[in-house]
């Protein structure tokens, strides 16, 4: 059997979770419906792997900056989050994936469970590594193989980005001591057979971001802001700007940034 050149590591289906979120857009009173604008044909075109594979700004907080609103649209497009109060937070919405589940379902499914809005995902243009659906619009190498690099798709509605967490394994447990005090107890939930392989009590996490925009048919901007949807946490929406500053975890701002880039980039905005 040959041996693997690529340095890579092996999951058991026990070692690695999947969750799946919306960077949920909010056009509704911008005067602008980007499900029905006019957007470029499906074609896909092969692009080089310099300049026109943007990658994520290592900063959610400068760049775009305060940009006017584009002509054509009434006001900026918003961006929705929701507030942990317990947590004193400005989250995505998010969540894990359930099994048999499509990943963009689990996104869709999702962020209605944490905004209470229902939403499609938004056909974009899109820098991916992902192979044509025709063949023939991927470069290929002498010997035939296809050449991996970036490549530019028009109403594409898969993940933009995918954020990889490394989570230990290790949980903790309040129990009631022999005195009556309250202790920590930790426990190690890494099945034999994973520790056989050398597990080492670590868990990783991949979360796939989606674009979505929230359906025209959700109630006005007002009856939104401030929903409650789960225990604790409101609904919100922000210009999609200062969404990026809003986000309470860095991460999630650099990939709202992302989005941002993502959407006006294919609208014009």
Not at 15 to 20: D, F, G, R, T, Y
Not at 42 to 61: G, K, L, Q, V
Not at 100 to 113: K, P
């Amino acid at each position: 059997m040959a041996t693997s050149t690529p340095v890579q590591r092996i999951y058991d289906s026990t070692q690695w979770v999947e969750s799946a979120g919306c960077i949920l857009f909010d056009f509704r009173n911008t005067g602008f419906n980007p499900l029905t604008a006019p957007v470029p044909s499906t074609t896909t075109t092969t692009t080089t792997t310099t300049a026109t594979s943007p990658s994520p700004s290592p900063s959610p907080i400068s760049g775009l900056g305060s940009l006017p609103t584009p002509p054509h649209l009434t006001e900026e497009p918003k961006i929705v989050l929701f507030y942990s109060n317990p947590r004193n937070q400005y989250l995505l919405p998010k969540g894990r994936r359930n099994i048999g589940e499509s990943r963009a379902d689990a996104a869709l499914r999702e962020t209605f469970e944490e905004t209470g809005l229902k939403c499609s995902l938004l056909p974009v243009t899109l820098h991916s590594r992902a192979t044509s659906v025709n063949p023939a619009d991927d470069r290929t190498t002498a010997g035939g193989y296809t050449v991996d690099e970036p490549r530019t798709f028009t109403r594409a509605t898969q993940p933009f980005m995918c954020m990889v967490r490394r989570l230990n394994s290790r949980r903790g447990r309040d129990h009631t001591a022999a005195d009556g005090s309250i202790a920590r107890q930790v426990e190690e939930f890494v099945p034999k057979h994973v520790a056989e392989l050398g597990g080492v009590g670590e868990v990783t996490k991949m979360i796939w971001w989606y674009v979505g925009v929230v359906d025209e048919d959700q109630g006005s901007e007002e009856e939104v802001e401030g929903r409650v949807v789960e225990p604790g946490c409101e609904v919100c929406s922000v210009g999609m700007r200062e969404a990026m500053d809003r986000c309470s975890d860095r991460d999630d701002g650099v990939v709202v940034r992302r989005a941002v880039e993502v959407v006006s980039e294919t609208f014009g905005l």
